[in-house]
Every structure is written in C-alpha cells, then in structure tokens.
C-alpha cells in the first residue's frame, strides 16, 4: 500500500539559504511519525512545504497518492490535511467557540459540524466549558487545546502538529500527548514536530531526526529511544 504521505528529495530555500537538502521520508495511514532535532534544524520548513505554505525549489510531495507539491495550502485542507502551527496562532478576539468553528470553513453539512464539534468537546471538556470566554484569555495549555481542536474540525485524516508542547508545564504537556494518542487511536494519522524528543518518542511508531535540513537517521521510535547518539544530544535531562 502506497504511504499516505510521499515526500521525496525535496529542497527548500530561504532566499540564498537552503533550508532543506534533499529531504525524504514517508508517513504511512494510522501512523504517528515523529521529526525531531535541534531548532533552526529545519522541522518547521519541512511541515510548511507540505501543507503548501512554502514550494519546494525541486523534489515532489504526494498525499493520498496525489502530487500535491504546487497545490495552494487551502486547497491541501479541503483534502483531508489540517496543520496544527506552532505558537498556537489562534483568534484571541474571538470567543472559544467561534475559533472551533472557523476549523470548518471547508464543510458543508450543518449536521456533521455538529458531531464533530461534539467530539472535540469530549476530547476537550475544557473547551466546552470555556466555549464563550475570549479565546486570548485562555491559560497557554488551553490554547494549545483550542488549536488542536480547531484542526479536528476539518475531519482531517492526516493532522501535521508542530511544537505541541512548547511553553507548557510538565503536567499539561503529558495531558497533550495522551490527547494526540487518542486522536491518533481514533484513525487520525499525525506528523509530530516536537523539541521534546523524548516525549515524542515515547508515543511514536517511528521517527526522523533532522540536522541542518538533512535527515541523518531514521527508524522505530522504540529503537532510537534507546540509540546512544539520539540519547546524548537529544535525550540528556
């Protein structure tokens, strides 16, 4: 079976400067895929040139078998992809409610809108709780939930996050990554970017570990838990 995403020998520049050279890697259905590596190593650009936000100098991205790689990103939604971005980026003027919803711009049907807001609140309770208070008032952990649920709402089958837990506490950041576990059980393919490599890990079927827009390792999650480069420069408390 084809991987639900291709991503093959992609290069990516900022200007002069080459972001990413030469990136290859493979998602497959119902996986959770970690990328993990130092920051600056290139994680972000990698997500932001599959959901169209950036092009690719050369190379080719499919998902579900479709060459995506010049597809405008919200034309990459309306095919079942929804991107969680770093800093959480919600609409902090706007109520709980109102930035869920927006994650449904691409739907129709009034009713699905409905179950899956639904399911949302019983993945978050806190949201529905806080479904009128005004998104910037939000604790940083309830932002984060807000911009995960946002991206639910799509119905996506494939969900890019990246830097979940960043700024958050020890307590909340397992909180996150129990939320991802669920989502992922539930049939959702998730691509992880993560600085806290070993929480990633410990949730991933696989990984990818970056260095300077180069992947230099791959391999099961378990198995580069346990690899003694990953664990000096990623893993050290």
Known sequence: MAPLLQVDNIEVYYGVIKALKGISFEVNKGEIVALIGAN??????????????????????????????????????TMGMAHVPEGRRIFSQLSVLDNIKLGAFTRKDKEEIEETLNYVYERFPRLKERKNQIAGTLSGGEQQMLAMGRALMSKPEFVLMDEPSMGLSPLLVSEIFEIIKAINENGTTVLLVEQNAKKALSIADRAYVLETGNIVLSGDAKNLMNDESVKKAYLSE
């Open 40 to 77: 600056g190593a290139g994680k972000t650009t990698i997500l932001h040139t599959v959901t169209g936000l950036l092009k690719p100098k050369t190379g080719k991205i499919s998902f579900k078998g479709n060459d995506i790689t010049k597809v405008p990103a919200h034309k990459i939604v």
